[in-house]
């Protein structure tokens, strides 16, 4: 048994960690059953080599009995800033024999405020404005173009080690020598700014030379000043009215001296050929007004001019704790194609967010390319309506030399389509390329199945998490909206946390919910806050419970619970105080109901009530894994008296719910609020909604999460099977079948009856109604864990045959190491595999004709090792196993639903 994928606060050998106690975990994999940890160790040095030296750690847990790897808080000594920690973790399996070991590092930031020696340098007020001529309609906004800073230092030396922290207030790309540093898009990323700016921490060691050397940066507006949202904040701006950069370039030398190069007084500033940058209106560059050798010493250009110091106190800095945008992938040009205008049409043939990479030879100086990115056609043209305000074009004019690159760095696009306009010459697809950007977390997991359709609903699901993972959780990516919903965000986070790690992204952004909490207790509908100012609505303000609960369930993260833990009592105590009879119908923010439902209403009170009780129940619990026994008592008799509220208000001696809509049923019986004797007769009303549609869906945002998996509970996996399957309007097929490459935001935003929908609001890459997506996993392939289970240490293997499927496979890597469970039916036999990290034990459901019939190989499975017990069930057979790896057969079910 050996230790792998170690990491530090949730990364894997991060720079920069800003944590005075970061957390070390590990997962461990093994070829043997039953493999488990007994118990660690922890060492730490201040180089890698010393870790084999007991008189030169600095730190030594000492073996300490342990079952888990997770989120191990350092230990050691005080850290101090900006120094690299190597560690390695030594295990022993459960015979208490020593096992393998492995090892890695982190390196600390800036600890201290007092280590920021830096400035905040801008454009100089007084200056001369940099207005430009055109203020032509369809571009983006020239008043004030991105900051290009730079300065020149000497070193006698080369540095044997440098590091550059920096940051900006709207979005920066650093320089060092004419190169560009590290790969970061959209840097500093969108935090809640007034409490929180994240600055980068880059290596810049073999950048720098013995001699002159030169800084450079240039900063565009980003979220700080530029367009954010849909309300006509400019001039007024969210954050600020100008952008400005701060960066300390800390340089260590062999003989143990230090050189520090800071923003101050001594850049200077002048623009370039970034004329206008915005991150929904899109980018204008003219090559004419670039500066050759801007970024390099000896630049002699003397219309740069002295920048203004803005402020020098550095404001509320972090380190950015976790991982951060980047071009991710790229996709081709699958079409290109010429129309009559004499505009190219380019076709990617996915639905991408990220911007592009145009390759032109030979174009003339001055030519001016303008290129509109939409997610859709109408009638060959592009389909631009459903963008509102967000013009997302860019501008190209070239230069005039042989050949010239244009990237924008400082805006992002939603698009499957571009338009080239005064494309100067033939385009081919191999000049263009889609470069697909976002938050570059690690792609954990994968699901698979025999259905082509299906195979396609799991891409678009995850082209949608790409695409709405870009600095915050969005809505959708290509309007002027693009804001951290919050009910999208905790409908789609157990989907999302199946196909990527999410625990740092989601944990981060908390800190944004729990910031925008205002006085009264109230979340706000988006994090960070911008435009909607009131409480947040039912189902959406409750993410800020939702969320944290959800982190510790999936990766044990007891820390963003405990930190989140005032907001989310808060929160249910805000709703409580003004709805004393229980019903939540005061305070309801915008009150969005059940969000994009079709032909029916679902009673916003009764969707609220459900989400109060829900968010009780789960404020109750964290109370209880937090240890205050108090609060849990007081939250679980509200949550009691809530759920009782609930049924004398809305459930009937029948078992029908209030409004009797799929998602009252779907939220009644997901949370607990039918009375036992009443649950058969809900889930009939519930089936025969559906079945009187011909198996159609009426769900919205909200229900359609609990749509696959309550029907799954409560044994209709058939009408799970016949909503996946189904293909007309409403359905998930619907879209499919309509081209669709990604999740749209509604159900009609494209219909045979009625063409699009208003393109008021019509995104065609929404990630809300992907949420199915944790179904797939969870109950189609079979992947779970027991609601007492903490990072998938006692699992639920439940695979669910059913619908046209002949087999289903996921894979997860979660916080323990790898989980697998998928299955297979042929001659009348189902096999099923499962893969169960060390350490975790396993629940696995067979579903069979015959329990007696389940075998592993040639023999029963009943004393296989790793077997620790079979039993008939309802199910079939359900067997108790150790961690192993096992394929099990067994005689199909009777009826596959
Ligand atoms: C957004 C949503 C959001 C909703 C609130 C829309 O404009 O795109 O995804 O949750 O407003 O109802």
Redesign the pocket.
Known sequence: MTPYGLQTEQRCEPLGVGERQPRLSWKLESDRRGAAQSAYRITAAERAADLDDPDRLIWDSGRRESPDGLLVPWDGPALRSATRYHWRVQVWDETGSPAGSAQSWFETGLLHHEDWTAAWIGRDPAAQPHVDPPGEEDLPPMDSPPLYLRREFQLEHTPVRARLYATARGVYEPRLNGERVGDVELAPGWTEYHHRLQYQTYDVTTMLRTGANAIAAIVADGWWCGYVG?DRRRPARHYGDQPALLAQLVMEFADGSRQVVTTDASWSEHPGAIRAADLLMGEYVDRRWHVPGWDRAGCPDARFVAVAVLDATPGPLVAEPDHPVRVVTEMPAVEVTRRASGRYVVDFGQNVVGHIRLTLRGAPEGQRIVLRHAEMLADGELYVANLRTARATDVYVCGGDEVEVFEPRFTFHGFRYVEIDNHPGELVTADIVARVAHNDLPWTGRFRCSDPMVNQLQSNITWGQRGNFVAVPT??PQRD?R?G????AQIFAPTAGRNADVSAFLARWMRDVVDGQDADGAFR?VAPVVSLHREA?PA?GDAGVIIPWYLWRTYGDRRVLADSFDAMRAWVRHIHRHNPDLRWRNRTG?S?GD??QVDVTTEREVLATAYFAHSTHLVAQAAEVLGRSDDATELRQLHARIRDAFIDSYVHPDGTVEGGTQTAYLLALAFGLVPQRLVAAAVGHLAADIEKRDHRLTTG?VGVALLCPVLTEHGRTDLAYALLHQTEYPSWGYSIRHGATTIW?RWDGWTDHAGFQSPA?N?FN?Y?LGSVGDWLYGRVAGIDQTPSSVAYRELLLRPQPGGRLTWAHAEQETARGTVACGWSIADNRITVTATVPPGSTAVLQIPTADPASVREGDAPVAGQPGVLGVEPSAAGATLRLASGRYTITAAAPDAVS
């Open positions: 849909f809505d959708c909206e804001l919903w919050l009910a999208d509908d609505a959406w915008n969005y969000w994009l945002f935001e609001m995104s929404h809300s």
